[in-house]
């Protein structure tokens, strides 16, 4: 007979999957069948370990109407949770226990801080606030109590907010807030930065960071089912997923001569001249450079280009690939050409103005777009950006 120690072990392993299923499988019910089929496909790559098959499927786009099943696809893609969705439990309790850790060790540090009267976590607590009252302005989730009991009291948290986000930096518990009563989202995202640039100073924060934790945050929370669950542990999940993230992208931060970024930008200009060789010669001639509307694109991942609702459609399709820029170049590429009859005809102030401009854009024909511009160009494309590890020595004459 089983030993009953590995059967609970066995039991274990499973709750964490068990839970998944039946949540998806509830919400379901009330799916069309199209998106049942995508549900149920992508759900069975889970289960059957085939994370290509799951990336296949979250570069198809994820269903909306299923904010669950986009947070564990992410949580996957993002190398949080492992292929194995028997070590998920094992995985989840390891890694928001050390992250409650991480907390409870910068808690004290703080404390510490102010009893000395020593603020060496100041400058940048002050720069993350700046960024962080900025983000998403638009969404009012951000600006919400995590405790939603709280929601009725709206004013009240207004005025919490604005207070906060003028705060004088008398104190470092002031801007550290970490009470769960009074506590908004965007505190959360605040702390998880903060708690981020002091565990990884090498990297520390940088301005725009916040615009990268800010979708993933908002993806693990949006389900509110999911937030019966402790806040916490999506704080938790959040944290990790961004850990990876920056992982793929922090040399853009880190570094002010990041020659990597010089290289995706060319690569764009490059795969730009051979899909459309007039928007190339009219930005040529225009004299508009590349790294004057690109190098965004690559750094935040359009995350300031477009609706947080949308965004996460577009990250459906860039976190499908391990080389998270590998699709920027067909995206970057998609969004010029539907922007050509500005870029052809227009005047360089018109033409800049509208490559910063996204509110005529819609997200859906971006990704339709890409997805034409890399099967027609496929081979010749998909070679060039593979190959290509280095810069010529003079950009300016490629």
């Known amino acids: 007979m089983e030993d009953e120690s590995i059967k609970k072990k066995r039991k274990d392993s499973l709750s964490c999957v068990n839970y998944f299923i039946s ?6 019910v009330s799916c069309s069948k199209e998106i049942m089929k995508i549900a149920c496909g992508t759900m069975g790559a889970i289960l059957d370990k085939k994370k290509d098959l799951v990336q296949k499927f979250s ?9 669950m099943l986009r947070a564990y696809v992410w949580k996957i893609l ?40 020593k603020y060496k976590s100041r400058d940048i607590l002050e720069q993350i606030i700046k960024d962080v009252y900025r983000t998403n302005s638009q969404v009012q989730f951000f600006y919400e109590p995590t405790n939603h009991k709280n929601l009725e009291k709206k004013e009240e948290y207004k005025k919490m907010y604005e207070r906060r986000k ?38 520390s924060y940088h301005q725009g960071m916040n615009e990268l934790l800010a979708p993933i945050y908002y993806c693990y ?19 990790w997923s961004f850990h990876y993230l920056m992982s793929k992208v922090s040399q853009s931060f880190v570094s002010a001569n990041d020659k990597g970024l010089e290289i995706k930008s060319f690569i764009l200009t490059k795969c730009l001249e051979y899909v459309d060789e007039d928007i190339y010669n009219s930005l040529l001639k225009l004299n508009i450079r590349n790294e004057y509307y690109c190098y965004r694109w690559f750094i935040l991942l359009f995350s300031q280009e477009f609706e947080i609702k949308d965004l996460l459609k577009l990250w459906d ?32 102030v018109e033409v800049m103005q509208s490559l910063q401009n996204f509110e005529d854009i819609n997200v859906d024909e971006v990704i339709k777009k890409a997805k034409e511009i890399n099967e027609n160009n496929k081979e010749a494309l998909d070679e060039f950006i593979l190959k290509t590890k280095r810069i010529p020595e003079d950009l300016n004459e490629s």
């Open 166 to 203: 003028n705060c004088t930096f008398n104190n470092i518990d002031e801007i550290y807030y970490n009470e769960k009563e009074y506590e908004l989202h965007v505190d959360v995202l605040k702390r998880m930065l903060f708690i981020y640039s002091m565990f990884c100073p090498d990297i």
């Open 59 to 67: 570069s198809e786009g994820l269903p909306d109407e299923l904010p």
């Open 317 to 348: 399709l860039v976190l499908s690939h391990e080389d998270k820029y590998y699709y920027i170049v067909y995206l970057g590429i998609a969004i010029l050409m539907m922007k050509k009859e500005v870029i052809v005809n227009g005047e360089m």
């Open 23 to 28: 949540r998806l499988n509830k919400k379901m």
């Open 78 to 117: 993002l190398n949080y949770l492992p292929e194995d969705p028997k070590k998920w439990e094992e995985t989840l309790k390891e890694k928001r226990s050390q992250y409650n850790n991480y907390k409870q060790f910068i808690e004290k540090k703080l404390e510490l801080e102010v009893k000395e009267k």
């Open 221 to 239: 929370s949006y389900d509110k089912t999911y937030t019966e669950e402790n806040e916490e542990d999506i704080e938790a999940d959040s944290f």
